[in-house]
């Protein structure tokens, strides 16, 4: 019977590590990603650059043809949308995917736009919770990483079991967190 049970549990254990492998590498890239928030954005890269502006310093005569003209000569090319006066000597530009601020009296215009960051969006957009559906998977999927976590504590056997030096780790590892909050 003993021995059964231990197929069994290596089994389980070995199959549904399996089947969560990818689940646990999604999660792990994107908080690590989500734990450097003030370092980087891990949705998006953000382009910012000065450009020389050319336009007349009358706002009645800058049009959708001077703008173009504009975006053409600062290798923006992504596609003119619309524009605005904040100001009465700023001119901000709104592209496909970005801005452009130009101050008139000064002559420069800052660019700035944003894309996704291939991967690290996709799984901080994961990791962030987009919908019940994945909030129901991310439920299965934590209980079956404590189901994973406790058939892994009893698979070894002898001194390196859980009744001993497995024993120790584990709590080591219950520790870790304890300690950190105290500390924090």
């Not at 549904?16 to 891990?42: C, M, Q, R, Y």
């Not at 003209?69 to 600062?74: F, K, N, P």
């Not at 000064?106 to 019940?132: C, I, M």
């Not at 994945?134 to 189901?147: C, E, H, R």
């Amino acid at each position: 019977m003993r021995g059964r049970w231990r197929r069994w549990l290596t089994a389980v254990h070995r199959d549904l590590g399996d089947f969560l492998a990818g689940t646990v590498f999604v999660f792990s890239l994107s908080g690590i990603a989500l734990n450097h928030k003030e370092d980087w954005d891990p949705s998006f890269i953000i382009e910012r650059r000065e450009i020389e502006v050319k336009l007349p310093a009358d706002r009645r005569r800058i049009d959708r043809k001077a703008i173009e003209e504009v975006l053409d000569a600062g290798g923006i090319d992504d596609g003119y949308r619309a524009h605005d006066y904040p100001s009465a000597s700023k001119l901000k530009v709104f592209t496909k995917k970005g801005a452009l601020m130009v101050d008139l009296k000064r002559g420069t215009g800052e660019y700035e736009a944003a894309r996704r960051r291939p991967v690290f969006y996709q799984v901080t957009f994961l990791h962030l919770d987009p919908g019940r559906w994945w909030t129901w998977y991310s439920d299965v999927f934590s209980v079956a990483l404590i189901g994973i976590t406790l058939s892994g504590l009893f698979l070894s056997r002898g001194k390196y079991g859980f009744r001993w030096r497995g024993a120790v780790v584990a709590g080591l590892g219950v520790l870790a967190p304890i300690v950190f909050l105290l500390v924090l």
